[in-house]
Nanobody, 125 residues
Framework: VQLQASGGGLVQPGGSLRLSCAAS????????MGWYRQAPGNQRELVAT???????SYADSVKGRFTVSRNDAKDTVSLEMTSLKPEDTAVYYC????????????????????WGQGTLVTVSS
């Protein structure tokens, strides 16, 4: 299973940006999907997650500005970021809890945790 993230870049304060992430491979079902970020010198932190079924949760620092969504038919997760601030500058990583498809039983195997490669978001004038 692989996660491929895209959509990072340079944006001015107050601007908007959309990140996308697609999961591919031997997937039976994708459970929680979400986004984390890591700024220079900081630990990786949760930004937003969306559960299978659609319930979303957000870090306090992004509530009201970011929206996470998923498309279960395509195994994708997106992060719509608005009113961006310089402190949102970080490398953003997508994450997914994936139940892997078992070819032997043609059913579900175990759940594993996967990460995308990271995409840089820079908020600066």
């Amino acid at each position: 299973v692989q996660l491929q993230a895209s959509g990072g870049g340079l944006v001015q304060p107050g601007g908007s940006l959309r990140l996308s992430c697609a999961a591919s491979g031997s997937i039976y079902r994708v459970n929680d999907m979400g986004w984390y970020r890591q700024a220079p010198g900081n630990q990786r932190e949760l930004v937003a997650t969306v559960a299978y079924g659609g319930r979303a949760s957000y870090a306090d620092s992004v509530k009201g500005r970011f929206t996470v969504s998923r498309n279960d038919a395509k195994d994708t997760v997106s992060l719509e970021m608005t009113s961006l601030k310089p402190e949102d500058t970080a490398v953003y990583y997508c994450n997914a809890q994936v139940v892997v498809f078992d070819m032997a039983t043609m059913g579900p195997s175990y759940e594993f945790d996967y990460w995308g490669q990271g995409t840089l978001v820079t908020v600066s004038s």
